[in-house]
């Protein structure tokens, strides 16, 4: 499965990087949403896929039952990554929409006042 | 990691330094928010408190000790005890820079001593971080607040734009920096960079998992650095932000990315050292040559001084990838010392902005003697400093980083480098001609800013000049720092 | 003798106050501190000529191998006492020439700095002090020339030459570094105690030129020599300064000392004897061609550099001889020659030769001095500088390699400086009186008295050399040398090839003086293409080269667009991880296990083409739903794989997505296809190159064992010490707490953050 997850991964980079180089403004911010998926994604498939062996104890017990269950670290990671990526992603939203005010353009390529 | 370490209370006290800050970050939140001063009075000498008493405790809980806490999550040491407080106190010389251009333009609020208090925050963990996603959550917390700094300036087109274009490039480097912790994580099980450090040191087969995660962390660093080619960022939000957030962008976050850089790649990667002194050769290359040229056509200074940067930053990346104590001592002397001469610089443009009027034309500095003796000799100090002539710090700084290259075996690097110090030459020194031997255009501003700016500024700018003619104390810091 | 070498500065700091309570007569009372110093320097004599070098030692530094230690030998007491002596009788001197002028105190001040800069260069024994005042000079002496800085030509030149010096002396920063590695140390008598440390070191040739860049550029070597000429814009008591005893000496200073270390090799010889050689040549050719007075003087400066260069790069010992005698003789001529330039300019108020005439009677006190500087310039007998020259043709005849080179230029050099000195004496001074813009009348004693005793300096020695020979320049061709040499000096030296080269270049020079309004017609009609390919044009081609360049990366790198940024970023990255797999031999992708279940799958296709959709779709509610189909599609995957706390997580955050998507979204433009298909495709290749690494960095990872993660053991504490059953959140609440609190922080500030911006928005829309 590791093989198809890598396919998967690569699409999701793949269309956020392509979704962030399109001059219009509002398609950068399906790109950095693509992107945090992709995040996730990757630090999931890296760190192992187990199929159906979630990391909690059951009562009575003082390990995950079966040998091998699912590494909680990444989890816990990822967990922490979703949250800060949604943050993150609220910010870029208000930090576009502002962009978008105050140029009063929306084509990424008028937005080059800045250079000299 | 044993169970006792796992579940041992964690020393708080020797984390101190951050929670104080994060307790007097809170404080002036609430304290602006019930103070009725329009001019953020309280927020400011608080502020400023608070940045005073976090040095001081820092150097007393943390100076000459090497201990970790919170299960091997934050560690006191030497080096990060010089980085957090120069970037301290480049934070204070900041805010007593900022604060009369920030009132002119509306924009001294309470959120922007919050943000740039919890900037300041982030700092401060990526420098004493032990751990991979701790250090994750300092840069991200520092990258946070520069966002929102640099388009505070709601008036700008330009800095909203340059916030956009940080964010995005940002947002994209942070990724990298994670999905290369990742890899570090997949290969060795830990996110502990003592751990990693081992496992680096024993690589076997899963040694090429080990160097993506690598060539991922590099361009992650490599950007907050502002190193060519992942330089492009800068001179549009140096240019963009309102001048007191460049000023900090441009001084203490460069201090914190020395910090990520020893403790990411220098400390926990260091038994790979052969492979990325490769990549940051290759950096440190087209910093000193690629980006410099390009301030000799600048008329602004703020853009001048962003394309400079790459210069200094090629030479800060040589003295990390000389890898020896005198290396990363001479990086961290070259990092505090050009902060705090570029702090001045930009001091210098603060005090001749006035209300409605942004002196960040090179030809606002045209006659400056004859108007300000006392702050063209300041500003010669600090280009010539910035140069690499004798008598100021920044030639000390220079020789440091060219010695320890050279000692490293990189003649030619060392050779390169002087190079991209001569055109350097072109473009500082043009400024010095500009303010002593040129005539003004019109009347030209005249140096404006409250007596305490003033003598805040001056010292600075002296500093520049008693360094260069005593730096011994400080090297003999930097240097004992990383004595084995 | 710190206290001798620093007096400079602490004197800097006061002179201004000190000239201005004083008035009229500094001057007078300022040269009191380089006299004093002379007469110090001249307390070593004995000593060193006896026992040889004495070091110094004030440890400043320790811990950065600076240190303020000092070499006193013949070599180094030869510059500072000229140094000293001539400096006295330059400030006397600047008193009269600028008597009136505003920014007098600050010119003394600056001035003092100078001198007390280019003391400690030729005094230090550290490589790094060395280097301190070497950059000192460079700019203190910027500050000096730029000092008429109501004139636009006079800024630009002072600039220009500060440039070329401070570029020359990073060069030689990068150079000493190198040579104090390669010794293992970084004190003079150390690294040159050892004769072949640095000549055997393989770092040789890069520290030799390195060394030699600094060098050159410092003492107006060809090509780097264009910046001395224009350097005469300075005031002329800095001109005769500069061009005498400091600045422009430094660089030789600096190939004198390094000789026993560096120098006896072949490179050494050839690089030194022919730059030099060249530079004489190209320094008298030019003067020949010269109307200012003071540009005359300049060019002849540049000639009498590339000699000594040339000499000290031939490096027998009659050409150590002949150097140092050479260099004495030139600095008393030279800057009486300069003082009397400026008396003359001063009183007449111009600089042209051809508008002077006749001050003979006006001025005879001018015109004597002038004649006996001039004849020693010309290397007529009597005069020392007649000893030198004789030397130097001695040395040329004998160099090795290089004899037929150097003896065949140095005569023609030798007659067209003849030429000029006799111009420069005669000129003016002869002939009918011409009309000036200012009534000529004899110059005031400060301004008499330096050349005056200088001159007959000149030919004191020359009548008696044995005072020179024993006093001063045999410890100093010692020094040089690497080892003591007798040196005897006197006029007669019988009837040999010298002295014939000495009889030929004197006529030449007779004649080309006789006919030098033809000469110079030949050059105005024959030769005008000089400046069209001089050495001035390169450094202006070379900078608008550098501005080229600059533009060019504005354009290329710099142009402002956030997608040649981010395509730079991407595709950066992606070299530089794939020159890292591809640089390993052992590096594999394996395709991992493949055992897989259809609804597995079918989950992964539906993120796979939910991305694809969203990325083409032209309308944002699709964006939107497609975004939401990738959402949960991943939010599928982290529970079928054991992660369901993940997958709730997953779930609540998309639906958040979705909602401030469709909030915010509508209130953002509508998409817009703006690009060309040119540019997609492009684009689509970037993002495949991204793409693919990932995908293949994955497989990698898959086909690596991994260590077992110490999460193992954190899930056997997680009940037994935390007593919490879900690991996942005791870990985030418990063993990672700390690491969670950051998180909220980040969330925190993003919350202020977004506040920060809508609160503006708000007062935006209030005003």
Known sequence: MGSVMAVVVGALFAASVYMMLRRSIVKLVIGLILLSNAANLLIFTVSGLTRGAPPLIPEGMTVPPGGAWADPLPQALILTAIVIGFGVLAFAVVLIHRAYEVVGEDDMDQMRSTDS | MTTADAFETPDLMLALPEIWLL?????????????????????????????????????????????????????????????????????????????????????LTGEFYMLSLFAMLGMLVTISAHNLLTLYLGVELMSLCFYALVAMDRDSPRAS????????????????????????????????????????????????????????????VAFKFGAVPFHMWVPDVYHGAPTPVTLMIATASKVAAVGLFLRLIGEGLEPLIADWQQMIVILAVLSLLVGNTVALVQTNIKRMLAYSTFNHMGFILMGLLAGAPGGYGAAVFYAVTYAMTVAAAFGVVLLLSQKNFEADQLTDFKGLNERSPLYAFIMLLLMISLTGIPGTVGFYAKWLVLKATVEAGFVWLAVLAVAGAVV????????????????????????????????????????????GIFPGALVAICMAAFAP | MLIAVLSGFILAAASPWLARSVGDRAGWLLAALPAALFVYFLG???????????????????????????????????????????????????????????????????????????????????????????????????????????????????????????????????????????????????????????????????????????????????????WLPNAMVAPTPVSAFLHSATMVKAGVYLLARFNPGLGGTDAWLYTLGIVGALTMFTGSFMALRSTGIKAVLAYTTVMALGTLVMLIGIGTEGAIIAAMAFLLAHALYKASLFMLAGALDHETGTKDILKMGGLRQLMPITFLASCVAALSLAGLPPLFGFIAKELMFEATVGAPGLAFFTTVLAVVSAMMVAGMAAVFAIRPFTGKLKETPKKPHEAPPSMLAGPVVLATLGLLFGLMGFIPASGIVQSAVGAVYGSPIEVELYLWHGINLPLMLSILAIAGGVALFLRWEQVLDFYRERLGFIDRFGAERGYEKWYDGVVW???WQTRVLQSGYLRTYLTITVLTTVVLTGWTFFGHTNSAVTLGSMDMHFYEVAIAGVVVVGAIAASVTSSRIGAAATLGMVGFGVAMIYVLFSAPDLGITQIMIETLTVILLVLVLFRLPGFLNLSKPADRVRDAAVAFSLGTLMTVLILAVNGVTVTDPISLQLAEWSYTEAQGRNIVNVILVDFRALDTLGELFVIGLAAVGVYAMIRLRAEDKQR
């Not at chain 2, 100076?63 to 806490?69: L, R």
């Open chain 3, 549 to 551: 360049l600059a533009e």
């Open chain 2, 424 to 467: 350097g030459a072109f473009y500082y020194l043009r400024i010095v001609r500009l303010m002593y031997f040129d005539k003004p255009e019109g009347a030209g501003p005249q140096p404006s800013g409250s007596g305490g700016f003033r003598a805040v500024l001056t010292l600075n700018g002296l500093a520049v000049l008693a360094l």
């Open chain 2, 23 to 107: 307790a007097m970050a809170c404080l002036v939140l609430v304290v602006d928010l019930f103070s009725k001063d329009r001019d953020h009075t309280p927020a400011f000498w608080l502020t400023q408190f608070a940045l005073v008493s976090t040095a001081v405790i820092t150097i007393n809980l943390q100076w000459g000790v090497d201990a970790t806490t919170f299960s091997g999550t934050y560690v006191a040491d030497d080096f990060g005890t010089i980085l957090k407080v120069a970037a301290l106190g480049l934070g204070f010389l900041g805010f007593a820079y900022s604060r009369d251009y920030m009132r002119d333009r509306g924009l």
């Open chain 3, 44 to 226: 070593f004599l004995p000593t060193v000529n006896e026992s040889g070098a004495q070091v110094i030692h004030y440890p400043w530094i320790p811990d950065l191998d600076v240190n303020f230690s000092f070499l006193v030998d013949g070599l180094s007491l030869l510059f500072a006492l000229l140094i000293s002596g001539i400096g006295t009788f330059i400030i006397i001197y600047a008193g009269g020439y600028l008597h009136g002028h505003p920014h007098l105190p600050r010119f003394y001040a600056i001035m003092f700095a100078f001198m007390a800069s280019m003391l400690g260069l030729v005094l230090s024994n550290n490589l790094i002090t060395l280097f301190v005042f070497w950059e000192l000079t460079s700019v203190t002496s910027y500050l000096l020339m730029g000092f008429n800085h109501e004139d636009k030509n006079a800024r630009w030149c002072a600039l220009q030459g500060l440039l070329v010096t401070v570029a020359g002396g990073l060069a030689l920063m990068a150079g000493l570094i190198m040579i104090g590695v390669a010794a293992g140390s970084f004190e003079l008598h150390e690294i040159l105690a050892d004769d072949d440390v640095l000549r055997e070191h393989p770092w040789y040739v890069g520290m030799l030129i390195l060394v030699l860049i600094g060098s050159f550029a410092k003492s107006a070597q060809v090509p780097l020599h264009f």
């Open chain 2, 161 to 220: 734009e340059a916030a956009m274009k940080y964010f995005v490039l940002g947002a994209l480097a942070s990724g990298m920096l994670l999905y290369g912790m990742s890899m570090l994580y997949g290969t060795t099980g830990s996110l502990d960079l003592a751990t990693i450090r081992e496992a680096a040191a024993t690589l076997e087969d899963n040694r090429i998992l080990f160097l993506f995660g690598l060539v991922f962390m590099v361009v992650g």
